[in-house]
């Protein structure tokens, strides 16, 4: 059913339907209109403004439902909002966006950037396996700390430097070189509680 109704002096057209929910066009007043639909206590569903082309849907609760497909395209950009947590899920894998929070669950995850920038107050890592290649590496820490079982490390040429002190502590200690040992100090000290033991062919003392 279609009827014009009249307020201030301006005609609106208004179709309802047997549910009550009910269409109205309406004009600005600037020679332009839009049409919305409204529920049957007047309460605002749909709005499209075709001047400036956005159509806006209002509801409490909205549902799309694609039996196969569902696209969304923008030609400029995508926003998502919600007050209590954003959901994305496809099989097993899962997003979860929770305020001050971001959720991933996936049995395997794949990255591909030509950088990547991690900002945290705290960062964690839990693995079996960490494998790490690159061409460069470089850490800068204020302190660092590792606690291993075993540690193995395999490299061509390694240089050390250290300011001030660099203490090693070990239940025993052994240093196996296939060439030459040196050891250069300004002062040298080797000092064994128990017994202490020099064994070579020739051995020289300036």
């Given at each position: 059913?279609?009827?014009?109704?009249?307020?201030?002096?301006?005609?609106?057209?208004?179709?309802?339907?047997?549910?009550?929910?009910?269409?109205?066009?309406?004009?600005?007043?600037?020679?332009?209109?839009?049409?919305?639909?409204?529920?049957?206590?007047?309460?605002?569903?749909?709005?499209?403004?075709?001047?400036?082309?956005?159509?806006?849907?209002?509801?409490?609760?909205?549902?799309?439902?694609?039996?196969?497909?569902?696209?969304?395209?923008?030609?400029?950009?995508?926003?998502?909002?919600?007050?209590?947590?954003?959901?994305?899920?496809?099989?097993?894998?899962?997003?979860?966006?929770?305020?001050?929070?971001l959720g991933l669950l996936?049995?395997?995850?794949?990255?591909?950037?030509?950088?990547?920038?991690?900002?945290?107050?705290?960062?964690?890592?839990?693995?079996?396996?960490?494998?790490?290649?690159?061409?460069?590496?470089?850490?800068?820490?204020?302190?660092?700390?590792?606690?291993?079982?075993?540690?193995?490390?395999?490299?061509?040429?390694?240089?050390?430097?250290?300011?001030?002190?660099?203490?090693?502590?070990?239940?025993?200690?052994?240093?196996?070189?296939?060439?030459?040992?040196?050891?250069?100090?300004?002062?040298?000290?080797?000092?064994?509680?128990?017994?202490?033991?020099?064994?070579?062919?020739?051995?020289?003392?300036?």
């Amino acid at each position: 059913m279609r009827d014009l109704v009249k307020q201030g002096g301006k005609e609106r057209a208004r179709a309802a339907v047997p549910s009550g929910v009910w269409l109205e066009e309406r004009a600005d007043g600037c020679g332009s209109s839009r049409v919305e639909v409204r529920a049957p206590d007047g309460a605002l569903l749909a709005e499209y403004r075709p001047a400036e082309g956005v159509l806006r849907l209002s509801a409490p609760r909205v549902e799309i439902d694609a039996a196969e497909d569902l696209r969304l395209s923008a030609g400029r950009s995508v926003r998502v909002d919600a007050p209590r947590g954003v959901t994305l899920r496809s099989g097993d894998t899962n997003v979860a966006l929770r305020p001050g929070a971001l959720g991933l669950l996936a049995e395997e995850l794949d990255a591909s950037a030509s950088r990547i920038t991690w900002t945290a107050k705290t960062m964690r890592v839990a693995a079996d396996t960490i494998e790490t290649e690159a061409r460069r590496l470089t850490q800068r820490v204020a302190e660092m700390e590792t606690q291993a079982q075993q540690i193995v490390e395999r490299c061509r040429e390694s240089f050390r430097e250290v300011e001030e002190l660099a203490q090693t502590r070990a239940g025993r200690l052994r240093l196996v070189a296939e060439d030459t040992l040196r050891a250069l100090g300004r002062r040298t000290l080797f000092k064994a509680r128990e017994d202490m033991q020099l064994r070579g062919e020739r051995i020289y003392l300036d």
